[in-house]
């Protein structure tokens, strides 16, 4: 479950820098 959580995150943070650049 921790790990779905994770995922999620990361993939929300990546699309954040994504959106900055």
């Known amino acids: 479950m921790q790990d779905a959580l994770s995922s ?8 954040s820098s994504g959106l900055s650049l």
Do not use: P
């Open 8 to 15: 999620l995150t990361l993939r929300k943070r990546r699309a």
